[in-house]
């Protein structure tokens, strides 16, 4: 509030409606000016008093011409709570300041309760839990329904994220790992032929040993998979597995060997692209062993084949007899000659079919002291 006496002539001796007088019954108030807040009685007379509307004056209390307490009005509960409470109106206790030079205080001599600003009002609008005003009206309680669904539907983002992570991680992460664990394991392979004495040949291997190397010139020039004996999945997230009960490179029967065509360092991605007469290279410790694909190559027919046996067919996964010692035949049955097979997932991203491509062996074995760099066919485009 502004101070009552600002904008008086000093010649003006109009008296002044104070706060702390009840109008009496038939008694008007002082028109055209505004009330003055008391002025505080102390027991101490002596002090200076420093009253807002006195701009910070300081003097003498003064009397009362009307020889009225000052207790007398509705100011008394309020005044003598102030004087009870430890706080002085010249220790500078009240907000950081006392009357003069305080935050009261404009530096003007008038000081003022009201700067004229909105800030820390009281009914500036409702506040929020934590203390905090809120602009506008009151918002409103979210339907039941639209809480579900948009739990729903966060349900849903995040499950597709992590199919799609899951996806990333099953082609290109394990592509990697896999590359990896192939360096490994030709390293280690080298390493124990160049220690094998010579001619040694294939010896029994174990499951999830490392006997041979698989070369596949129509899948790429560095095409090279270091081949494991077994076909579990702890063999061939590692390259390919060869089927335990078939028989070994350059021996009669059926090599079969299964490969997973996406993901796991996609041995066999690309199988589909064999064709008729292409060469598929085993490399063991001692010997090069060179197998054709069946089919007629130069019709380019894969179902041409003399022997009846197709260079390559699709199977369901129960069809077990594509492995056997002579492909598709009974597998009682002897072999009929020396083969091998290929077996791998079909379609890409799917397990429900098998992709098979078959071969037969192209000659006797060549020692690798004859041909250290391998055979011709690995130059084959």
């Not at 056997?324 to 049955?333: E, G, L, R």
């Amino acid at each position: 509030m502004a101070d009552p006496d600002r904008g008086r002539r000093e010649d003006d001796t109009r008296p002044t409606q104070r706060w702390d007088r009840v109008v009496e019954p038939g008694v008007l108030p002082v028109g055209g000016l505004p009330p003055v807040p008391p002025v505080p009685v102390r027991a101490d007379a002596s002090r200076p008093s420093a009253h807002p509307a006195a701009g910070g004056r300081t003097g003498t209390v003064a009397e009362d011409p009307a020889e009225r307490r000052w207790d007398d009005g509705p100011w008394d509960e309020h005044w003598d709570q102030l004087a009870s409470d430890d706080a002085s109106w010249e220790d500078g206790s009240w907000d950081g300041g006392s009357w003069d030079g305080g935050p009261w205080d404009d530096g003007s001599g008038e000081g003022s309760w009201d700067d004229g600003s909105d800030e820390d009002s009281w009914d500036d609008g409702p506040a929020d839990e934590d203390g905090d005003e809120q602009s506008g009206p009151p918002r409103r309680r979210e339907p039941r329904w639209q809480k579900v669904s948009r739990g729903i539907g966060e349900l849903l983002v995040t499950a597709g994220l992590v199919l799609l992570l899951f996806v990333v991680y099953e082609v290109y992460v394990t592509d990697l790992l896999t590359e990896r664990r192939q360096d490994q394991l030709s390293t280690e392979l080298q390493e124990q032929w160049a220690a094998a004495p010579e001619e040694a040949g294939l010896v029994q291997v174990e499951v999830g040993d490392a006997f041979g190397v698989l070369r596949i010139p129509r899948l790429g020039e560095d095409y090279a998979r270091v081949i494991l004996e077994g076909t579990t999945e702890r063999e061939l997230s590692q390259g390919p597995g060869h089927y335990a009960d078939t028989a070994m490179p350059g021996e009669p029967g059926n090599v079969a060997l299964a490969g997973h065509r996406v993901g796991k360092g996609s041995p066999f991605l690309e199988l589909d692209a064999m064709r008729p007469g292409d060469p598929v290279v085993v490399e063991t410790v001692d010997t090069w062993f060179v197998y054709r694909v069946l089919g007629d190559p130069a019709t380019g027919d894969l179902e041409a084949d003399p022997s009846g046996i197709p260079g390559q067919q699709i199977v369901l996964p129960s069809d077990v007899s594509v492995i056997a010692p002579t492909p598709n035949a009974d597998p009682s049955v002897g072999p009929t000659g020396s083969y091998l097979t290929l077996t791998t997932c079909h379609p890409r991203f799917s397990a429900r079919e098998r992709l098979i491509v078959h071969a037969r062996l192209d000659g006797a074995g060549i020692p690798k002291s004859e041909m250290p760099d391998g055979p011709p066919a690995l130059r084959e485009g």
